[in-house]
């Protein structure tokens, strides 16, 4: 059994940056895959980034060189560092834990970027 909690979303204007965190908890298998999505309403929700235990991460491709995912295992919280932000990146951010015997979502934060 796995929480997952989200904080950092907020409203900024374009150019902006944001920091979104979301801390796990209960019962975490070592080897896991983290990971933010993000959806808006009328399309299906779409993988950010993800981080592997060991740090290796991927990007799709619309925010690389803007957004940076890292992790903290000693206190089990990945990040998103959003950097440079564009109105296309406003969505509902969802954090998400993977192992092998489970997968678990946040209850989702809301990011809205201006013009």
């Known amino acids: 059994q796995v929480q997952l909690v989200e904080s950092g979303g907020g409203l900024v204007q374009a150019g902006g940056s944001l920091r979104l965190s979301c801390a796990a908890s209960g019962t975490i298998f070592r080897l896991n895959v983290m990971g933010w999505y993000r959806q808006v309403p009328g399309k299906q929700r779409e993988l950010v980034a993800s981080?592997?235990?060991?740090?290796?991460?991927n990007y799709v491709d619309s925010v690389k060189g803007r957004f940076t995912i890292s992790r903290d295992n000693a206190k089990n919280t990945v990040y998103l560092q959003m950097d440079s932000l564009k109105p296309e990146d406003t969505a509902v951010y969802y954090c998400?834990?993977?192992?092998?015997?489970?997968?678990?979502w946040g209850q989702g934060t809301q990011v809205t970027v201006s013009s």
């Open positions: 981080i592997t235990s060991g740090s290796s991460a």
């Open positions: 998400n834990m993977n192992f092998l015997s489970g997968n678990y």
